[in-house]
Protein backbone atom coordinates (compact mmCIF):
# COMPACT_ATOMS: atom_id res chain seq x y z
CA UNK A 1 0.00 0.00 0.00
CA UNK A 2 2.55 2.36 1.05
CA UNK A 3 4.93 3.34 -1.57
CA UNK A 4 9.06 2.99 -1.32
CA UNK A 5 10.69 6.64 -1.31
CA UNK A 6 12.45 7.97 -4.39
CA UNK A 7 15.95 9.63 -3.76
CA UNK A 8 18.31 9.12 -0.89
CA UNK A 9 18.22 9.18 2.73
CA UNK A 10 19.89 11.85 4.28
CA UNK A 11 23.27 11.22 5.98
CA UNK A 12 22.44 10.46 10.01
CA UNK A 13 18.66 8.52 9.01
CA UNK A 14 17.91 5.43 10.81
CA UNK A 15 16.69 3.44 7.94
CA UNK A 16 15.34 -0.82 7.97
CA UNK A 17 17.77 -3.08 5.84
CA UNK A 18 17.69 -6.05 4.58
CA UNK A 19 21.18 -8.36 4.60
CA UNK A 20 21.60 -9.43 0.88
CA UNK A 21 25.18 -10.42 1.20
CA UNK A 22 27.90 -11.06 3.57
CA UNK A 23 31.67 -11.12 2.62
CA UNK A 24 34.47 -10.90 4.69
CA UNK A 25 34.51 -7.73 5.89
CA UNK A 26 31.82 -6.10 4.11
CA UNK A 27 28.02 -6.51 4.75
CA UNK A 28 25.78 -5.42 1.77
CA UNK A 29 22.25 -4.40 2.25
CA UNK A 30 19.06 -3.41 0.18
CA UNK A 31 17.25 -0.31 2.01
CA UNK A 32 13.45 -1.37 2.78
CA UNK A 33 11.62 2.00 2.52
CA UNK A 34 13.66 3.32 -0.37
CA UNK A 35 13.19 2.44 -4.23
CA UNK A 36 16.35 0.63 -5.79
CA UNK A 37 18.69 1.46 -2.55
CA UNK A 38 21.82 -0.45 -1.46
CA UNK A 39 24.09 0.14 1.12
CA UNK A 40 27.09 -1.46 2.91
CA UNK A 41 28.10 -1.71 5.68
CA UNK A 42 32.31 -1.81 6.65
CA UNK A 43 33.06 -4.72 9.60
CA UNK A 44 34.01 -1.81 11.43
CA UNK A 45 30.82 -0.50 12.15
CA UNK A 46 29.39 -4.27 12.81
CA UNK A 47 30.15 -3.43 16.35
CA UNK A 48 32.56 -2.00 18.91
CA UNK A 49 35.42 -4.09 19.74
CA UNK A 50 37.28 -7.12 17.68
CA UNK A 51 34.83 -9.23 15.57
CA UNK A 52 35.76 -12.53 14.93
CA UNK A 53 33.23 -13.21 12.24
CA UNK A 54 30.73 -10.96 10.95
CA UNK A 55 28.02 -13.46 10.57
CA UNK A 56 28.01 -13.73 14.74
CA UNK A 57 26.30 -10.59 14.46
CA UNK A 58 23.91 -10.80 10.66
CA UNK A 59 22.57 -12.90 8.80
CA UNK A 60 21.49 -12.78 4.82
CA UNK A 61 17.84 -12.62 4.85
CA UNK A 62 17.00 -10.78 8.04
CA UNK A 63 15.99 -7.12 8.61
CA UNK A 64 18.96 -4.67 10.51
CA UNK A 65 18.17 -1.37 11.88
CA UNK A 66 21.41 0.76 10.18
CA UNK A 67 22.61 4.88 10.46
CA UNK A 68 23.71 6.65 7.25
CA UNK A 69 26.97 7.40 7.70
CA UNK A 70 27.98 8.88 4.22
CA UNK A 71 26.20 8.76 0.90
CA UNK A 72 27.29 9.77 -2.77
CA UNK A 73 24.31 10.32 -5.11
CA UNK A 74 26.80 10.68 -8.09
CA UNK A 75 27.76 6.55 -7.77
CA UNK A 76 24.70 5.29 -5.65
CA UNK A 77 26.80 4.89 -2.82
CA UNK A 78 25.38 5.12 0.31
CA UNK A 79 28.22 4.16 3.81
CA UNK A 80 25.83 2.49 6.71
CA UNK A 81 26.64 1.27 10.26
CA UNK A 82 25.05 -0.65 12.36
CA UNK A 83 27.02 -0.08 15.91
CA UNK A 84 26.60 3.33 16.25
CA UNK A 85 22.43 3.21 16.23
CA UNK A 86 21.59 3.71 20.02
CA UNK A 87 19.05 1.69 21.40
CA UNK A 88 16.35 4.64 21.82
CA UNK A 89 16.85 5.21 18.11
CA UNK A 90 16.37 0.90 17.24
CA UNK A 91 13.56 1.52 19.58
CA UNK A 92 12.04 4.69 18.02
CA UNK A 93 12.31 2.85 14.66
CA UNK A 94 10.99 -0.09 15.27
CA UNK A 95 7.48 1.48 17.07
CA UNK A 96 7.59 3.32 14.17
CA UNK A 97 7.40 -0.13 11.99
CA UNK A 98 4.82 -1.23 14.32
CA UNK A 99 2.78 1.80 13.65
CA UNK A 100 2.43 1.86 10.20
CA UNK A 101 1.66 -1.36 9.94
CA UNK A 102 -1.28 -0.94 12.09
CA UNK A 103 -2.12 1.91 10.00
CA UNK A 104 -2.12 -0.37 7.05
CA UNK A 105 -4.81 -2.85 9.00
CA UNK A 106 -6.84 0.10 9.83
CA UNK A 107 -7.32 1.78 6.87
CA UNK A 108 -8.12 -1.56 4.80
CA UNK A 109 -10.77 -2.49 7.63
CA UNK A 110 -12.33 0.97 7.11
CA UNK A 111 -11.88 0.37 3.22
CA UNK A 112 -13.84 -3.21 3.51
CA UNK A 113 -16.55 -2.09 5.59
CA UNK A 114 -17.07 1.31 3.71
CA UNK A 115 -16.33 -1.23 -0.23
CA UNK A 116 -13.58 1.99 -1.11
CA UNK A 117 -10.26 1.13 -2.40
CA UNK A 118 -7.56 1.47 0.74
CA UNK A 119 -5.08 2.13 -1.61
CA UNK A 120 -7.03 5.75 -2.91
CA UNK A 121 -7.51 6.73 1.41
CA UNK A 122 -3.75 6.05 1.96
CA UNK A 123 -2.66 8.22 -0.51
CA UNK A 124 -5.16 10.86 0.14
CA UNK A 125 -3.61 10.73 3.85
CA UNK A 126 -0.21 11.03 2.82
CA UNK A 127 -1.02 14.18 0.47
CA UNK A 128 -2.29 15.58 3.77
CA UNK A 129 1.51 15.26 5.76
CA UNK A 130 3.26 18.10 6.52
CA UNK A 131 6.52 18.76 8.26
CA UNK A 132 5.16 18.25 11.75
CA UNK A 133 3.34 15.40 10.79
CA UNK A 134 5.40 13.35 8.18
CA UNK A 135 3.84 10.08 8.00
CA UNK A 136 0.41 8.66 8.19
CA UNK A 137 1.54 6.96 11.70
CA UNK A 138 2.18 10.27 12.93
CA UNK A 139 -1.49 11.24 12.13
CA UNK A 140 -3.25 8.38 13.42
CA UNK A 141 -1.14 8.54 16.60
CA UNK A 142 -2.41 12.51 16.64
CA UNK A 143 -5.81 11.37 16.22
CA UNK A 144 -5.36 8.73 19.11
CA UNK A 145 -4.03 10.96 21.66
CA UNK A 146 -7.33 13.28 21.07
CA UNK A 147 -6.85 15.61 18.18
CA UNK A 148 -9.18 16.61 16.08
CA UNK A 149 -7.17 16.62 12.51
CA UNK A 150 -9.37 14.36 10.59
CA UNK A 151 -12.74 16.93 9.82
CA UNK A 152 -9.75 19.13 8.41
CA UNK A 153 -8.72 16.90 5.76
CA UNK A 154 -11.89 17.37 3.99
CA UNK A 155 -13.29 13.73 3.60
CA UNK A 156 -16.01 12.53 3.29
CA UNK A 157 -18.32 12.36 6.70
CA UNK A 158 -18.42 8.17 6.42
CA UNK A 159 -14.80 7.87 6.11
CA UNK A 160 -13.84 10.33 8.53
CA UNK A 161 -16.52 9.20 11.00
CA UNK A 162 -15.15 5.44 10.51
CA UNK A 163 -11.07 6.19 10.91
CA UNK A 164 -11.31 8.24 13.77
CA UNK A 165 -13.92 5.24 15.14
CA UNK A 166 -11.25 2.73 14.69
CA UNK A 167 -8.34 4.58 15.28
CA UNK A 168 -9.00 5.16 18.72
CA UNK A 169 -10.38 1.59 19.21
CA UNK A 170 -6.93 0.36 17.91
CA UNK A 171 -4.33 3.13 18.87
CA UNK A 172 -3.05 3.15 22.39
CA UNK A 173 -2.46 6.59 23.37
CA UNK A 174 1.42 7.56 22.61
CA UNK A 175 2.78 8.45 25.95
CA UNK A 176 2.66 6.91 29.80
CA UNK A 177 4.25 8.24 32.55
CA UNK A 178 6.10 7.35 36.15
CA UNK A 179 6.18 10.00 38.13
CA UNK A 180 8.62 9.43 41.20
CA UNK A 181 9.20 11.97 44.30
CA UNK A 182 12.95 11.81 44.88
CA UNK A 183 15.13 12.76 48.61
CA UNK A 184 18.34 13.68 48.09
CA UNK A 185 20.48 14.87 50.65
CA UNK A 186 24.53 15.05 50.95
CA UNK A 187 26.45 16.34 54.43
CA UNK A 188 29.59 17.55 52.84
CA UNK A 189 30.43 21.20 52.53
CA UNK A 190 30.17 21.09 48.59
CA UNK A 191 26.95 18.97 49.31
CA UNK A 192 24.56 21.09 46.99
CA UNK A 193 27.12 20.84 44.28
CA UNK A 194 27.27 16.99 44.85
CA UNK A 195 23.36 16.89 44.05
CA UNK A 196 23.61 18.96 40.89
CA UNK A 197 26.17 17.13 39.95
CA UNK A 198 24.36 13.30 40.40
CA UNK A 199 21.42 14.87 38.65
CA UNK A 200 23.39 16.43 35.92
CA UNK A 201 24.42 13.31 34.83
CA UNK A 202 21.33 11.63 34.89
CA UNK A 203 19.71 14.24 32.78
CA UNK A 204 22.93 13.48 30.42
CA UNK A 205 22.53 9.36 30.70
CA UNK A 206 18.89 10.09 29.47
CA UNK A 207 19.75 12.19 26.14
CA UNK A 208 22.55 9.47 25.32
CA UNK A 209 19.71 7.11 25.59
CA UNK A 210 17.41 9.29 24.26
CA UNK A 211 14.71 8.52 26.83
CA UNK A 212 12.33 11.22 27.56
CA UNK A 213 12.95 12.36 31.31
CA UNK A 214 12.65 15.47 33.22
CA UNK A 215 13.62 16.38 37.00
CA UNK A 216 11.95 19.33 39.03
CA UNK A 217 13.14 20.76 42.43
CA UNK A 218 10.69 20.68 44.99
CA UNK A 219 11.95 22.03 48.36
CA UNK A 220 15.09 20.52 50.09
CA UNK A 221 15.33 17.93 49.82
CA UNK A 222 12.83 17.15 47.35
CA UNK A 223 12.92 16.38 43.80
CA UNK A 224 10.52 15.50 40.89
CA UNK A 225 10.86 13.16 38.25
CA UNK A 226 9.01 12.26 35.47
CA UNK A 227 9.38 9.43 32.87
CA UNK A 228 8.05 8.64 29.59
CA UNK A 229 8.07 6.28 27.00
CA UNK A 230 5.23 4.74 24.79
CA UNK A 231 5.30 1.20 26.15
CA UNK A 232 4.95 -0.18 29.78
CA UNK A 233 7.84 -2.56 29.49
CA UNK A 234 9.70 0.35 27.97
CA UNK A 235 8.97 2.54 30.63
CA UNK A 236 10.01 0.36 33.89
CA UNK A 237 13.37 -0.60 32.52
CA UNK A 238 13.94 3.32 31.77
CA UNK A 239 12.63 4.05 35.23
CA UNK A 240 14.73 1.52 36.77
CA UNK A 241 17.88 2.42 35.07
CA UNK A 242 17.53 6.38 35.26
CA UNK A 243 16.83 6.01 39.91
CA UNK A 244 19.92 3.34 40.05
CA UNK A 245 22.14 6.07 38.06
CA UNK A 246 21.09 8.16 40.48
CA UNK A 247 21.14 5.89 43.29
CA UNK A 248 25.04 5.32 42.67
CA UNK A 249 26.20 8.32 41.82
CA UNK A 250 24.89 10.33 44.91
CA UNK A 251 26.25 7.74 47.13
CA UNK A 252 29.80 8.05 45.35
CA UNK A 253 29.46 11.55 46.81
CA UNK A 254 28.68 10.21 50.39
CA UNK A 255 24.67 11.65 49.87
CA UNK A 256 21.68 9.70 50.72
CA UNK A 257 19.00 8.97 47.95
CA UNK A 258 15.22 7.82 48.93
CA UNK A 259 12.38 7.17 46.14
CA UNK A 260 8.78 6.51 46.85
CA UNK A 261 5.62 7.13 44.22
CA UNK A 262 3.71 10.52 44.76
CA UNK A 263 0.60 9.53 47.11
CA UNK A 264 -2.24 10.50 45.17
Known amino acids: MQEKKKGFPEEGEIVVCMVRKIQRTTVFVQLEEYEHKEGIIHISEISPGRIRTIRDFVKEGKKIICKVLRKNERYGNLDLSLRRVTTGQKLNKLREIKLEDKCKKIIESVSKQLKLDPIKIYKDIEAKLTEDLETVGQIFQEIADGEDILPGMNFD ?65 KYNITITASEPRELEMQTEEILEAIKTEIEKENGHFDVHKPKK
Open 157 to 221: KKVSELLEETIKARLKPQEIKNIRDLELSCPTSDGIESIKKTLKKAIELAKKKEYNVKINYVSAP
